[in-house]
């Protein structure tokens, strides 16, 4: 158009810097920029909102608030686009920050703005900033759009306001699968697995079909809960409806039968994967290694090497965790050394527990604390705790005391480390020790977790509390 001499005017600017927006072409988009500077053309809404919008698509964030700030004139596109801009962009508290400066703006919120700044919210756990954006809601009279009730959903479930989200669920008189999925996705996520179950059930007995976000949620419940008779079930669903074939929700079986302890039935169906991902090989390796099949967990690590797929962090935590599983402290300090050196994967604080814990078992403890010294952050609580553990099975009293003061520190909290502090005084016969324990355990108001289980019996998953005699006595019973 330019070529043949024809004068571009501001719509064609508009659409020029949607398409580039729509590519992400950030170099396309900052010629067109130029050429709207070049020749004057005025930053008037329809341009300006296009370009705010292309930079915030291409991740460029300072550049457009910098336009936005030069508009002389936004409206609700303008502010939209910003607000949509640094929620994708990873900053949850500007979006807030801005949506409540348009609020005062005055300007009118439409729908898109709402279902933009409830995911911010949700990201933040901002239930009181999440409850304004409601207020908003009913007042501009969005409380029918499904859309918006969605997103709304999803915010109160992912601020654990479970209630409210139940109220606004049976509130809504049309309830899509997208709906249907984020209160599912909502329970399954914040550790109500059998409610989310239950949804499952509910949402066809209503005849809304579910589809591959539904059945990937739902899934991990089924793990969580270790019910494997309502899994089988799935499964069976699952093939009736052509999903079998998608690798998302072959992942999602493969770690369910291993969770509910079929690992025989989950490598048939890995082995029956006509596609694998990198999480289809990490889940296998896994959950060999949960189960103490060490051997298979390795000779599948080489497998997948052999096959030229590229482990990534959490493959080296699973084939980590099978080694400190089976005490393989020579295989682990390999595969932890490889990980840098051969897949330019760094080890994060996960891979260091695991190391920690095997030279602990192994009762290296200069090797382990060197390690610790080496590492580029402070150890986390997972670190130390491994090093604690290790402490208890060689009896290490001075150590674990040393590691202890730094655990109350920095997870003062965590009633374990301090039971398990007692265990290792109890088993030096240093009662005065246990005696100190037992007095700061109550000083602080905390109480030792007790042990939980589930069975399925009839399709129904129990749930069983281990009972205490006393704080520090292992679990005496069981209460259904």
């Known amino acids: 158009m330019r070529n043949s001499g024809v004068y571009p005017d501001n719509f064609t600017y508009t659409f020029a810097l949607k398409a580039c927006a729509g590519l992400l072409d ?75 400066e348009m609020r005062i703006a005055g300007v009118i919120l439409d729908s898109v703005t709402l279902m933009n700044v ?20 009913i007042k501009n009279n969005f409380s029918g759009n499904v859309s ?27 309830r899509d699968v997208i709906l249907w999925n984020a209160m599912i996705v909502g329970c399954a996520q914040n550790g109500d697995t059998d409610k989310a179950l239950r949804l499952f059930h509910q949402m066809q007995l209503e005849n809304v079909t579910p589809n591959l ?21 799935m499964h069976a669903y699952i093939i009736r409806s052509g999903f ?6 072959g992942n999602c079986l493969i770690d369910m039968y291993i969770k509910c302890g079929s690992v025989e039935v989950a490598g048939q ?23 103490g099949q060490v051997e298979d967990a390795l000779n599948l690590f080489s497998q997948m090497q052999q096959t030229g797929m590229k482990p990534d962090h959490v493959t080296f935590t699973a084939v980590l965790s099978a080694c400190r599983h089976a005490g393989l402290l020579d295989k682990g300090r390999q595969y932890f050394d490889s990980m840098n050196q051969d897949y330019c994967v760094p080890p994060r604080m996960e891979h260091y527990a695991c190391m920690v814990d095997l030279l602990g078992r192994a009762g290296h403890f200069d090797e382990a604390q060197d390690l610790m010294k080496k590492m580029p952050l402070q150890p986390d609580n997972n670190v130390l705790g491994a090093l604690l553990g290790g402490c208890r099975i060689h009896h290490n009293v001075e150590l674990a005391e040393h590691v202890s003061r730094q655990l109350f520190e920095i997870d003062p909290k965590n009633a374990g ?64």
């Open 26 to 100: 950030i170099q396309g988009g900052k010629e067109i920029h130029y050429w709207i500077d070049r020749n004057g053309i005025e930053l008037d809404v329809f341009v300006g909102s296009a370009l705010v919008d292309m930079y915030a698509k291409c991740g460029c964030m300072d550049e457009a608030q910098h336009v936005f700030d030069k508009m002389s004139h936004r409206n609700v596109v303008s502010w939209t686009a910003m607000i949509s801009g640094y929620w994708q962009n990873g900053l949850a508290s500007e979006a807030i920050r801005l949506f409540n």
């Open 118 to 137: 409830l995911p911010a919210c949700a990201h933040l756990a901002a239930l009181q900033q999440g409850k304004v954006v409601h207020g908003c809601i």
């Open 148 to 174: 918006v009730g969605t997103s709304l959903l999803d915010m109160y479930a992912k601020c654990r306001s479970f209630e409210d989200a139940q109220q606004l669920f049976d509130k809504m008189s049309e």
């Open 213 to 233: 976000v539904t059945i990937v949620s739902v899934l991990p419940a089924c793990a969580h809960l270790a019910a494997l008779q309502q899994g089988k079930w």
């Open 244 to 249: 079998e074939s998608d690798v998302s929700v």
């Open 269 to 291: 169906l890995f082995e029956r994967m006509s596609q694998r991902s990198v999480v289809s090989w990490t889940v296998m390796i896994l959950g060999y290694g949960m189960h």
């Open 417 to 480: 480390n301090y039971v398990l502090l007692s265990n290792i005084y109890a088993a030096a016969g240093q009662w005065h020790g246990v005696a100190k324990i037992r007095t700061l355990l109550k000083e602080r108001g905390l109480k030792k977790i007790p042990g939980s289980s589930w069975i399925e019996i009839r399709n129904s998953v129990h749930a069983f509390l281990g009972g205490e005699l006393d704080w520090a006595d292992e679990a005496s019973g069981v209460y259904a």
